[in-house]
């Protein structure tokens, strides 16, 4: 008998729904456990310009681990689509008190008057995703729109910190990579290691 791997497909299906899964009460003690977590493991360093996404699809929700003082004063991002290049997206200034326009997956993002910036001119990308490995591989939601922001980092004079947001249980033993990926500095989860 032969064992084959789950496709990339089917693996995103299993980790979306057990991830979609998690009560209230869980999530809510997992988000506190991740911003303490996503504290110590960036050290002392402070970030300027920092993107995140916001939550949906049962994700783990980042906004809670930027409370450390090393963000106070950062200046936020959000992913926002290129309304000209289809498939393509870069990161435009989040204000906070300003109503967000959903785009066309129905995510939030600023209005384009907000400033945007490329990818290699921010501090620190707080990135989501739906499974990852110890090598910094990931398994994203499958359209492609972080692989090609990210595409060009090593080509750019400096590159940010790019940290996965994940609970524990979407650690895979191996995350099979593609030409096209780029492998995070660090995941950070809600695991009490």
């Given at each position: 008998?032969s064992?084959?791997?789950?496709?990339?497909?089917?693996?995103?299906?299993?980790?979306?729904?057990?991830?979609?899964?998690?009560?209230?009460?869980?999530?809510?003690?997992?988000?506190?456990?991740?911003?303490?977590?996503?504290?110590?493991?960036?050290?002392?360093r402070?970030?300027?310009?920092?993107?995140l996404?916001?939550?949906?699809?049962?994700?783990?929700?980042?906004?809670p681990?930027?409370?450390?003082g090393?963000?106070?004063g950062?200046?936020?991002y959000?992913?926002?689509?290129?309304?000209?290049?289809?498939?393509?997206?870069?990161f435009?200034?989040?204000?906070r008190?300003?109503?967000?326009?959903?785009?066309?997956?129905?995510?939030?993002?600023p209005?384009?008057?907000e400033?945007a910036?490329?990818?290699?001119?921010?501090?620190a990308?707080?990135?989501?995703?739906v499974?990852?490995?110890?090598r910094g591989?990931?398994?994203?939601m499958?359209?492609?729109?972080?692989?090609?922001?990210?595409a060009?980092?090593?080509?750019?004079?400096?590159?940010?910190?790019?940290?996965?947001?994940?609970?524990?249980?979407?650690?895979?033993?191996?995350?099979?990579?593609a030409?096209?990926?780029?492998?995070?500095?660090?995941?950070?989860?809600?695991?009490?290691?």
């Open positions: 008998m064992y084959s791997k789950p496709s990339r497909a089917s693996l995103r299906r299993a980790l979306r729904a057990r991830r979609r899964a998690v009560p209230a009460g869980e999530r809510r003690r997992a988000q506190r456990r991740f911003a303490r977590n996503l504290s110590r493991a960036l050290g002392p402070r970030f300027g310009e920092v993107a996404y916001l939550a949906g699809d049962g994700e783990m929700d980042p906004l681990g930027l409370a450390a090393r963000f106070q950062a200046r936020l959000l992913p926002a689509l290129d309304r000209v290049h289809r498939g393509r997206m870069h435009r200034l989040w204000r008190q300003r109503r967000l326009r959903a785009n066309r997956f129905g995510i939030g993002e209005a384009r008057r400033r910036r490329a990818a290699w001119a921010l501090d990308i707080l990135v989501p995703l499974g990852f490995d110890d591989h990931r398994l994203g499958g359209g492609g729109f972080y692989d090609r922001a990210l060009d980092l090593a080509r750019r004079p400096r590159r940010p910190c790019l940290i996965g947001v994940a609970f524990e249980f979407q650690r895979l033993p191996r995350v099979e990579e030409v096209w990926d780029r492998p995070l500095d660090q995941v950070v989860t809600d695991s009490i290691r």
